[in-house]
């Protein structure tokens, strides 16, 4: 690859058609020196157009081609650099090496391969990106031309000898259609944005007949023959659309098609969840709890993406209105897509949308009777296994988690003779003295440590596995059977923490973020905003 780089024309060519200043759609004599931005492709974006139009170069119009692109790959840009590139694309200089193509509409040695480059979209929101991305590339006036306003506009950029670049819609060449016969024997490329059905469609017969000069029962004609059925999804035929376009001497189709859905969501998988599941693997057997929860959220990104076909719009199409949509409606299920939106947002897949947290609701609360009652029964019944005794009171009096409680060690907590203290993040905290015993009398009977492999093991509530701790799912049916519903409990402690102390005092009591901590305190009614308040006067 350095190679291909560092080659001397390469280079040149590199700082004279690729590097280019990322205004932001500001005037240039508007940004500020500190704020000044370089574009500079990166190595597939340009090689995809180097190979293009090295291609098209040698052997004219006429061709069509079909480029994909990845999560994140940068096609806007990549679509500009390759339109820009057409536009001044002149056929070689040594006659000996200009192509059958070429000659057969004409083209000489050092002649401009197609009179104009014409960029298509069938997305309005699109056409406004591709439109501000292009225009930052190339900043002779005239040379660019935005279709913005009506049919006429787009007709006389068409007729126009300035123009080289025409941005539209796919929309909007039906109306003029059978205005624009006099482009006959014009060369054209068309960039098509996305490959979409609408572009092998009725919309598409229109363009077809405009660029190639055809007219009446002859246009229709050529335009049918070349198009196939429709029927199936549009991105399991992407490349059978390029070719059913059909072959015209003076027209080159290139169609940039975004990454199929079920590639998408291969690259979701792999690299969120197959990734954390090969880390849990490396300290043994993976759970069928974080397995199930990858399967699920998977499911529901596949639901999405689905959902949104559905509604005629791409991942990249996606907007506010349809994520509040999906969020609004549909069971409950739904917010599992959550972290497939964020890694879309952050592999620029999507905008910067807001993704709906997820708040416990009463469903999930429990009184704060019911709380002290599932203590009291917790701390004086000796028929609940021990282990069980601890870990109802961790969840119901510390707040803590499941997941965290089954992870504790016994360097977790600190043994005296007359007092029992426990870790549950970064400060010790007292053990109330009824608790205190039943913790002392747990570690010298711990289950599963009769064995060799367990003998000296760390955890506080070994597994029946050697060298594991006891399964959260184990658990958690477990304090489920002696009338300890985990989460509810959890989210209710905490809720009744955050009233008597704090938030800030108590995330870092208790190992959760501030911010969990305050919508907490935010729900349960707490006004420490006083607090603070009044602390900051009493030291004044």
Known sequence: ???????????????GSFVSEDTGGKAVTKIKPHERRWLFPRFHQWHAVRTTSAHVRGHGPGHNYLLQHSTGSGKSNTIAWLASTLATLHTPADGSEVGPGA????LGPDQPVFSKVVIVTDRVVLDRQLQDTVSGFDHTPGTI??????????REALESAKARIVITTLQKFPIVAEQATKLAGARFAVIADEAHSSQAGEAAKDLKSVLTGLTGEQALKAAEAAESEQEQDPQDRLAEAARARGKQANLSFFAFTATPKQKTLEMFGERVHLRALRRRARSGPVESGPFMQAKQSTTVAAQFLTWLAERDRTLEGCTQHDIDAWYGSGPSTRRLVDRFLYWCRANRLIDQLD??????????????????????????????PDAYRIAGCLLTVYGQPVTRIVTMTIDDLRI??????????RDWLDVPAPLA?????????????????????????????????????????????????ALAAKNTTWQQLVRHAPPQVVAQALGISPKTALDYADRAGADWMRYAADRSSDRE
């Open 1 to 15: 690859m350095w190679e291909q780089v560092w080659q001397r024309d390469a280079w040149l060519e590199l700082f």
């Open 103 to 106: 000659m057969k509409v004409g």
């Open 145 to 154: 031309q935005k279709i913005d306003q009506n049919s006429a506009q787009l």
């Open 355 to 384: 993704v709906p947290r997820h708040k416990c609701d009463d469903r999930h609360l429990i009184g704060e009777h019911d709380r002290l009652r599932i203590i009291r029964h917790l701390l004086t019944d000796d028929g609940i």
């Open 416 to 425: 005296e003779a007359d007092s029992v203290q426990i870790r549950p993040a």
């Open 437 to 485: 015993v039943v913790i002392k009398r747990h570690l010298d009977n711990r289950t599963s440590t009769s064995t060799t492999a367990n003998a000296h093991t760390q955890w506080l509530f070994p597994g029946y596995m050697p060298g594991r701790h006891i399964r959260r799912e184990s658990m958690g049916k477990a304090l489920r059977d002696h009338g300890v519903p």
